[in-house]
């Protein structure tokens, strides 16, 4: 490979909350025993560096010492148009259809201003993303919950029966869209994209889509945007974007909306400015530019490759060694969502049982809880494989073996 991902990047002490804020006082993931160290597995980035052209673009531009008022540059709306159109074969798309939020939560919830009154009912998959819960449910709309169902084939599909009866007995007129889904890491198929669009079509039910992963996708799978599905998916859709998941760059803060609906987009853009915080930083302007470039293609091809062979080593030692432990292969994201149900069963045990163990040994993962996983934990796999082998060793040898491994 041109570029490293297995040399491990030691992020101590530079501003990386994966790995600096297990351990710390108050903080549910608690600090490992003496011998061990952390294995960041929790928080939703990447330790891996980015691609070489970020940081050469934002220190060309940080050469020039005034950072005053700015306007986006032609270039960064070039810039968008032309990853999506060269990674999801969009055409149509222009900078009046472009907005900017800070962030795609900010922006989530920018759109269900425009599109609801406090109070009103959001239908939402379940697991849900956590991020969902909190900044919908803090601003006093009320999350309705769409549970997925595992196939015969151990695939996440959404339930569409379940999705109507919903729909028509909340009043619903409002649904957030997460594809690829979070935590589940499903890539959707055209045609369950087109059978929700049709649903919210009948019921007149506006559509927020996060895609915010839609560049991670596994070798196999092919993102499709939701926009692109019908024309009324494209004008009844406010589709979040940003390269913060693909490059590592949250902590630049850089997401953008699509919206081609001119009435929608008009008061998407009034909501935005309401706050009068809600701005691009002139640098993370320049982060997008070096990500959205074709040296930046280049590293995301390279960068699926080892999170497909990442996925496929902890997938097959779960199967393999972790009885009672089951996951849906994910085919995007690099998140696992792990169910511990039956292993907690058969070993009289609980998730929070589970969670003690893994910290103990430094394995850092995430309480599946939150997600609305009664038995789960999500796992972070963006990391170099030998740090998420020896992840699993000390979730063979301390935690789902450790019975066998002390005899």
């Known amino acids: ?121 959001i239908l939402v998959h379940s697991p849900t993303y956590v991020g969902f819960t909190h900044s919908l449910g803090n601003l006093g709309y009320d999350l309705i919950h769409s549970p997925l169902v595992l196939d015969e084939n151990g695939i996440w599909r959404m339930d569409f029966e379940d999705m109507e009866q919903k729909i028509v007995a909340n009043n619903i007129h409002c649904a957030v869209f997460c594809s690829p889904h979070n935590p589940c890491g499903r890539v959707w198929e055209r045609w369950e994209i087109e059978a929700a669009m049709e649903l919210f079509k009948k019921h007149d039910v506006f559509v927020i889509s996060d895609e915010i992963w839609s560049d991670l996708i596994l070798d196999g799978y092919k993102h499709i945007p939701t926009q692109s599905v019908s024309e009324d998916a494209k004008q009844r859709t406010v589709a979040m974007y940003a390269p913060s998941k693909t490059f590592n760059l949250a902590g630049l803060v850089g997401s953008y909306s699509i919206v081609y609906n001119t009435w929608l987009k008009d008061r998407m853009d009034k909501e935005i400015s309401l706050s009068h915080t809600n701005a691009m930083n002139v640098l993370s302007m320049y982060a997008l530019m070096g990500a959205y470039s074709d040296e930046g293609h280049v590293w995301l091809e390279e960068l699926r490759q080892v999170l497909t062979g990442n996925v496929d080593f902890a997938c097959d030692y779960i199967r393999t060694h972790f009885e009672g432990v089951t996951v849906s292969r994910p085919q995007g994201t690099y998140m696992l969502f792990v169910d511990c149900t039956a292993w907690c069963q058969t070993h009289g045990k609980t998730i929070d049982d589970v969670l003690k163990a893994c910290y103990d040994v430094g394995v850092a993962v995430q309480d599946g809880r939150q997600f609305h996983g009664s038995c789960h934990i999500r796992m972070n796999l963006a990391s170099p494989l030998s740090r998420i082998e020896e992840a699993f060793h000390r979730l063979d040898r301390y935690v789902f073996n450790a019975c066998q491994s002390a005899k």
């Open 1 to 121: 490979m041109k570029y490293d991902f297995v040399t491990l990047m030691d992020r101590h002490g530079m501003d990386a909350v994966a790995v600096d804020l297990p351990g710390t006082p108050g903080f549910s993931i608690t600090a490992p025993k003496d011998g061990f160290d952390v294995i960041p597995m929790w928080i939703a980035d990447m330790n891996f560096p980015t691609v070489p052209t970020i940081p050469e673009a934002i220190k060309a531009r940080a050469g020039h010492s005034a950072y005053g008022y700015f306007d986006p540059r032609p270039e960064y709306f070039d810039a968008i148009i032309r990853w999506h159109e060269t990674r999801n074969g969009v055409t149509g798309l222009e900078p009046r259809h472009i907005g900017y939020a800070n962030g795609v939560l900010g922006g989530v919830v920018a759109a269900a201003n425009v599109l609801c009154s406090r109070g009103d009912r």
